[in-house]
């Protein structure tokens, strides 16, 4: 089969190199690969043939961009339910012990929900769970589910050429949901972030993960400099091959053009960079070599005329 092309974002185009022989009449269906970007991040890799209409392919990579941002607001907010156990409510957060005996208020959702295996108190500095962390078998159910969770829906995952779907993230939202079961049973406090996070009720007004999450309505891809609009194909962009990889960035509407990919990575810039170096070092030394090596030429030599009356000219001593 041919050799894939590869496009980047700037529209360059590396043609087929070479072909390699068909070694079975199973082979999967070519589909165009995208590499989706969100800024000068890499974000997932995403397949689909050229045929699909950009109002059917924009709203599934937005879903999917946002989904692994809500995996990893889970995550973070786990990892604080294994630490010091759930969420006051509103009115107790930040308030000092003191404060809440004086305001008589009582977490009373605190009580109902104990971990499984019990609890050991680990207060919260900055006041906004009970401290009423899980045990430490619990505790590192909990830490192990995450990791997994992340390593699911990681950005390391285009380094492996390995695909993020919704069915993906989806996959790595019920593992952390099964998690918070086995822990918590009886489930989590209604305003505890990561219950709203699972049931879609998550206010993110006035954070800055609001500013990170991007509706479909307002979603927009670029490549090669130009936005990829609704109402046409992929294959109006990348052409009829099914070969074809880009480099595609995801932006909000109304932001511009996004800048153009580097010429060369900015690890390779590094390395560059050092071989140029020490090649400069290399010169600098050859130069102060040189500018000693004109005492070993005759030309420098102050006794090379009173050796030639002398008849001693280029005489040598040695054994014969």
Known sequence: MPDPVFAREDGFIFPNVGCKPCISFDTPVTMVKLHIKHGDESQFLYETVTDTPMDTLLPDITAI???RLKVHRICA???????HGVTLPPNMQGLTDEQVEELKLKDEWGEKCVPQGGAKFKKDTVGCRNGQAP???MKDV??????????????KKVEANALVTQATVKEALDMLRGAVMIVYPMGLPPHDPI?????????????????????????????????MIRGKKLVDFVGKN??????????????????REAPISGEDQKQLMAHYYKKQEEWKRMEKEAED???DSPWADGQQLKRQFQG????????R
Request: net charge negative; proline share 2%; aromatic share 6%.
């Open 142 to 155: 909990l830490k192990k589910t995450i990791q997994e969770a992340k390593d699911l829906i990681s950005k």
């Open 135 to 137: 045990n430490d078998k």
């Open 293 to 295: 090596s004109y005492m």
């Open 65 to 67: 961009y946002n989904g």
């Open 77 to 83: 907010e786990m990892e604080q339910l294994a630490e």
């Open 195 to 227: 219950r709203n996070e699972f049931e879609n009720t998550e206010d993110l007004s006035g954070k800055q993960a609001s500013l990170e999450v991007i509706e479909e309505a307002s979603a927009s891809l670029w490549w090669a400099g130009k936005e």
């Open 312 to 319: 001693m000219k280029d005489i040598k001593w040695g054994p």
């Open 242 to 259: 099914e070969k074809t990889k880009i480099v595609a960035k995801l932006q909000k509407k109304g932001m511009g053009a996004p800048a």
